[in-house]
């Protein structure tokens, strides 16, 4: 029975987020089309004639729905096209090359800010109005109005330029990652922190809390097995929404340290009018998205036993 | 628990260290290290867009002649040259030489990228520069077969071109990557370095060609480029030597503060560039229809924008041509814009709305801030600033959806020509006088130089004249380099070449 929800839950997501896709894709066709410029508008000006046959070679001459019509074919078919920027790659490639770079930077900030934040939250939570509080929950306003790319400038001119401990930028090393999934993490880490303190100072206030401490088990056990499971059922929510301002927020870091990831080309295919790349890349993101937040969705109904499908249907 | 921490962190930081000291191997120190701010989308001659993909097809590959260290041309591939008297017959004879992968190159490898390049299939944005062949534009709009193109190679080291009208600066084109002969394959080269690694996103690494026809003369080891688009970071790097060369035209011009500041320990340099950047009025709507505005909007901007706003480092213009094109030198300033502002108060009455249109770049807002206020105290007229993103402002300047906006144009060739047929292009300005694109055409088919040149002169004068644009000032590229690096060729075209360059200890 329980198995039989679950099954028709995911098959009617499965629907709704394919759905949502084909919405994203129209939308971000029909927009991407109505904004002056076009591939060829960021360099020189070019004769009439030389324009014409790039026009006629790349069939952005067709009508739009027909140009449409083929790009849909395309995803379907997952041949994203060939970059206009980049002529001998494609949009293929570049999702190849650049999405690991973006992803592991994206799971080293993820597993720092889980860490500390949960540690953070924690911390202040078992502390509360003592100084040990009051350090913590500060860090954690200051991680969540510094913005990042202040800390990823303060840090690189700190640890690399002054102190000489850390590679400047670039990518390849573990030492070169450090810096820049500190800057990543530091608002994420702020949130979970805030979050964990808040649920927690609720939770252990609680009476079931009060009887396992009375039952004789250890605070350790109560806290670590009682009160956190709780207090960390929020932050799975979170963590859907985490994994996209990762992965999508990235692009200013990805430029500071100069770090060949996903989210630089995202940014710049738009300015770049680089229409295959634009599309390619919104549908790969897009994807990657509604997947987590599925996945999340999942694995929440998994935690808390209290959650039924069912009634999440307008979900 | 505390030890087993304390010995972690003791761990972290020793790797820490051991990973940010690398020494430099003794090739590293032979090797000249760039940065693109942008890595580059192709390398193919005949292909490359922009003024960063040109510089390292420059390094790749050698056409028919090249410049020195001295800005001078100087035969590459070309023995000899046989030009016809009527400057419409080009005759070249080359030298033996050799591809990258040792097979020979030929006349006909010219014939074929030349044909490449006008084949209305293969998406070569500067391929209007070969237009000026015999049947080449007709070719590129599908008017003509290919074969009609009048490009022959008779031997294998014989090349014939003729031409559509007389083309004394044909000499000067076969210096463009785009008259290189493009490989046949790929990863075959024939120039001073080939490319040795490309790891996408990261880097590029040159070395030395040793089948290259002239590789005594190249020192370098190689060259390395990275792909850093942040200015602050290829600051940073430069300032730690990891960067032997900072700014033009590989990445972002310096910006004002950076120059003085570098210009203070000797290191920032500039060098001028056939290129002008003015302003354009628009001509068919009201008040820039009239002569009397556009001379008085002029005035002396050009002198203020370059003493003030660039502080001196770049030429203030008086014609559209920079001086090493030039033909004519005058410019006769009305002595009081204002009475001019006030006459035409009084005849048609206030002024309408004026704005500057202007794309969104740190040096054009400065630019577009300091007229306004100019213009203000001086005319007494009001302008309103309109900023926006790039692409749409061209877009808007193709429609001509402005009353003034910023127009600028960097030479691809040097020849007056250069910039003045950009005049008759529709997209460029909204202007257009009957005898200018006449005079442009004779001048087009004049054999006698004098005689040419006069035609030309004419043509200068009608801009000078007439005023469609007010010009500003002569580009300069702006760049800091390493100490150790010298001999670098820096062409008036903005492309840089690196053959001649050497490491001092």
Known sequence: MVLDTMLSYIVKRLFSNILALFVIVTATFFLMKSIPGDPFTQEKSLPKEVLDSLYAHYKLNDPLHVQYGNYLLSILKWDLGPSFKYPSRTVNDIIKSGFPISATLGIEALILSLLFGLTLGVISSLKQHQWQDYLSMSVAVMGISIPSFILAAFLQYTFSIKLDLLPVARWGTFAQSILPAISLAALPTAFIARLTRANMVEILSMDYIKTARSKGLSRRSVILKHALRNAGLPIIAYLGNLTANILTGSFIIEKIFGIPGLGQWFINSVANRDYTVIMGLTVFYSILLLSAIFFVDICYSYFDPRIQLEKRKGA | ?505
């Open chain 2, 1 to 505: 628990m505390r030890s087993m921490l304390s010995k972690l962190i003791l761990a972290i930081l020793g790797t820490l260290s051991l990973l940010s000291s690398c020494t430099p191997t003794p090739d590293e120190r032979e090797t000249l290290h760039l940065n693109l701010a942008e890595e580059p989308g192709i390398i193919d001659p005949i292909l490359a867009r922009n003024i960063r993909e040109l510089t390292l097809c420059k390094q790749l590959y050698e056409g028919l002649y090249r410049e020195d260290l001295q800005g001078k041309l100087t035969p590459a591939l070309a023995e000899r040259v046989e030009i016809s008297k009527d400057l419409c017959h080009y005759t070249f004879y080359l030298k033996e030489s050799l591809w990258s992968d040792g097979t020979p190159l030929t006349a006909e490898d010219f014939r074929r990228s030349w044909m490449k390049a006008l084949d209305p299939h293969t998406p070569s944005t500067l391929a209007h520069l070969l237009f000026v062949i015999k049947n080449g534009k007709r070719a590129k709009q599908e008017l003509c077969g290919c074969e009609e193109v009048k490009i022959s190679a008779p031997t294998p080291q014989k090349l014939v071109v003729e031409l559509e009208h007389p083309v004394p600066y044909f000499l000067e084109l076969t210096q463009l990557p785009i008259l290189f002969p493009s490989p046949s394959k790929e990863g075959v080269y024939n120039g001073p370095f080939l490319v040795e690694r490309w790891e996408e996103g990261k880097s590029l690494q040159l070395k030395k060609n040793a089948l290259y026809w002239d590789q005594e003369e190249v020192e370098l080891k190689g060259i390395t480029f990275s792909f850093l688009e942040d200015p602050n970071l290829e600051h940073y790097l430069f300032e730690k030597r990891e960067l032997d060369w900072l700014g033009q035209p590989l990445s972002h011009p310096l910006t004002e503060e950076l120059y003085a500041d570098l210009h203070k320990s000797g290191n920032a340099h500039s060098y001028p560039i056939l290129g002008t950047y003015w302003i354009t009025f628009n001509t068919q709507k009201p008040p820039f229809d009239d002569l009397r505005m556009r001379e008085a909007f002029s005035g002396e901007m050009n002198r203020l924008v370059a003493e003030l706003v660039i502080q001196g480092r770049v030429l203030a213009a008086s014609s559209p041509l920079p001086p090493q094109v030039a033909l004519l030198s005058r410019t006769s300033l009305h002595p009081d814009p204002l009475t001019l502002v006030e006459e035409y108060r009084k005849e048609k009455g206030d002024l309408p709305e004026i704005t500057l249109l202007h794309p969104a770049s740190p040096r054009a807002n400065k630019i577009a801030e300091f007229l306004q206020d100019e213009w203000k105290k001086r005319l007494h007229c009001e302008v309103k600033l309109q900023r926006i993103e790039r692409s749409c402002y061209k877009e808007k300047q193709k429609g001509h959806d402005y009353t003034l906006c910023f127009g600028e144009w960097i030479a691809d060739f040097k020849d007056p020509l250069a910039f003045l047929t950009l005049f008759t292009e529709p997209w460029a300005t909204n202007w257009s006088n009957p005898a200018y694109p006449n005079l442009l055409q004779q001048a087009l088919y004049e054999e006698s130089k004098e005689k040419r040149e006069a035609l030309l002169t004419e043509c200068e004068k009608i801009l000078l004249d007439e005023l469609p644009i007010a010009p500003l000032y002569h580009y300069c590229f702006d760049y800091a380099k390493a100490k150790r690096v010298e001999g670098v060729a820096l062409s008036s075209l903005g492309v840089a070449d690196f053959k001649y360059a050497r490491l001092r200890e």
